[in-house]
């Protein structure tokens, strides 16, 4: 039976909630200060209804806040009526260039307000891991700190060589499976056990990468045993339930499936739309890497250098840092560094 482990990092300027199963992350929940509540996946609000395209068999709304979302419209009931208020909850977080999605539940009146927040990280850690006992403090931060690792990472090494590759695109999720060093006398056998894996490791990869929608695996080899391979990807999607459907393998050699999306991808959250850490995103880098020094020089002055940029996002996190630190720290800008470069130094 797997073992779950459930981290809390609270950070300066946000917080981070990994589930770990048998070592290894699978969920990675980031809620950033500042965050629109009502864009949360299982927030409640009542929503106007700005516009209705029959075309499309969608409805525009606005949500508190000024935030927009996307209600699917059935074709077994009336459409509600523009400018019209509605009772709404997030069953989608909205994605790059793409609206959060929601489910109605039913007429309202009023102007935009959020009626219930969505669960806490604490809540949802609760609800993903029952009964596990949750870990803080300086565990938590180096599991947090891996886990994002991980996420941000496109090449993933297979157990017994070999590597998956993860790249989302505005279509699909592409999963590409490369045998490597595998191989040997009997290639097939290789092959067979190089997607078998990978089918369980890059389901357990997508849920802390936040990726779903299409998913399609590029398998290695040829004369794949269908059934083997269905059971696999059974068997590694089944927590991502309900909502999952997995096609029969193409002629081409590829495996097609969908996973609901509910969270708001990692990479959206923290890369910009050329693959590249945001300034925020590099701010709170900042703000840990001078926690993480603050401890190992207690009373010491703090240096911490980084770019322009990181550091003009710095600016809104100053106050939180200096309740933690005091104010011994002084930033230095460094014209050229990338935003994921940053150095804290002790004096």
């Given at each position: 039976?797997?073992?779950?482990?459930?981290?809390l990092?609270?950070?300066?300027?946000?917080?981070?909630?990994?589930?770990a199963v048998d070592?290894?992350?699978?969920?990675?929940?980031i809620?950033?200060?500042g965050d629109?509540?009502?864009l949360?996946?299982?927030?409640r609000?009542?929503?106007?209804?700005?516009?209705?395209?029959?075309?499309?068999?969608?409805?525009?709304?606005?949500?508190?806040?000024?935030?927009?979302a996307l209600?699917?419209?059935?074709?077994?009931?009336?459409?509600?009526?523009?400018?019209?208020?509605?009772?709404?909850?997030?069953?989608?977080?909205?994605?790059?260039?793409?609206?959060?999605?929601?489910?109605?539940?039913?007429?309202?009146?009023?102007?935009?307000?959020l009626?219930?927040a969505?669960?806490?990280?604490?809540?949802?850690?609760?609800?993903?891991?029952r009964?596990?006992?949750?870990?803080e403090?300086?565990a938590a931060?180096?599991?947090?700190d891996?886990?994002?690792?991980?996420?941000l990472?496109?090449?993933?090494?297979?157990?017994?060589?070999?590597s998956?590759?993860?790249?989302?695109?505005?279509?699909?999720?592409?999963?590409?499976?490369?045998?490597?060093?595998?191989?040997?006398?009997?290639?097939?056998?290789?092959a067979?056990?190089?997607?078998?894996?990978?089918?369980?490791m890059?389901?357990?990869?997508?849920?802390?990468?936040?990726l779903?929608?299409?998913v399609?695996?590029d398998?290695v080899?040829?004369?794949?045993?269908?059934?083997a391979?269905?059971?696999?990807?059974?068997a590694?999607?089944a927590?991502?339930?309900?909502?999952?459907a997995?096609?029969?393998?193409?002629?081409?050699?590829a495996?097609?499936l969908?996973?609901p999306?509910?969270?708001?991808?990692?990479?959206d959250?923290?890369?910009?739309?050329?693959?590249?850490?945001?300034?925020?995103?590099?701010?709170l880098d900042?703000?840990?890497?001078?926690?993480?020094?603050?401890?190992?020089s207690?009373?010491?002055r703090?240096t911490?250098?980084?770019?322009?940029?990181?550091?003009?996002?710095?600016?809104?996190?100053?106050?939180?840092?200096?309740?933690?630190?005091?104010a011994?720290?002084?930033?230095?800008?460094?014209?050229?560094?990338?935003?994921?470069?940053?150095?804290?130094?002790?004096?």
């Amino acid at each position: 039976m797997s073992e779950r482990t459930v981290f809390l990092d609270r950070c300066i300027g946000e917080t981070r909630g990994v589930v770990a199963v048998d070592g290894r992350p699978e969920r990675l929940l980031i809620v950033r200060d500042g965050d629109a509540p009502a864009l949360r996946l299982g927030a409640r609000s009542v929503a106007r209804v700005r516009s209705v395209e029959k075309a499309i068999g969608a409805a525009f709304l606005d949500l508190p806040g000024g935030a927009e979302a996307l209600l699917s419209l059935r074709a077994d009931e009336s459409p509600p009526v523009r400018g019209s208020s509605v009772e709404v909850e997030i069953r989608s977080e909205p994605r790059r260039d793409k609206l959060a999605t929601v489910r109605m539940i039913g007429a309202a009146e009023g102007a935009p307000v959020l009626l219930q927040a969505a669960p806490d990280i604490e809540a949802e850690l609760e609800m993903l891991a029952r009964g596990a006992a949750i870990v803080e403090g300086a565990a938590a931060r180096e599991a947090a700190d891996a886990a994002q690792a991980e996420a941000l990472e496109t090449v993933h090494p297979l157990p017994g060589g070999g590597s998956i590759a993860i790249e989302p695109t505005r279509a699909l999720v592409s999963v590409d499976v490369d045998l490597g060093g595998r191989g040997g006398v009997d290639s097939k056998r290789a092959a067979r056990h190089a997607n078998l894996t990978a089918l369980g490791m890059a389901a357990r990869l997508l849920r802390l990468k936040g990726l779903g929608g299409l998913v399609v695996f590029d398998l290695v080899g040829r004369g794949h045993d269908g059934k083997a391979i269905d059971g696999a990807a059974r068997a590694a999607f089944a927590p991502d339930n309900p909502g999952v459907a997995i096609d029969k393998i193409s002629r081409f050699g590829a495996l097609t499936l969908t996973v609901p999306r509910r969270r708001r991808p990692v990479l959206d959250l923290l890369l910009d739309s050329n693959g590249r850490l945001t300034a925020a995103s590099g701010a709170l880098d900042l703000a840990r890497a001078l926690e993480r020094q603050g401890r190992a020089s207690p009373g010491g002055r703090l240096t911490a250098l980084a770019s322009p940029a990181v550091l003009g996002a710095f600016e809104s996190l100053r106050p939180a840092a200096t309740d933690r630190l005091g104010a011994r720290f002084s930033l230095e800008p460094r014209e050229g560094w990338p935003n994921d470069r940053c150095e804290v130094i002790a004096r």
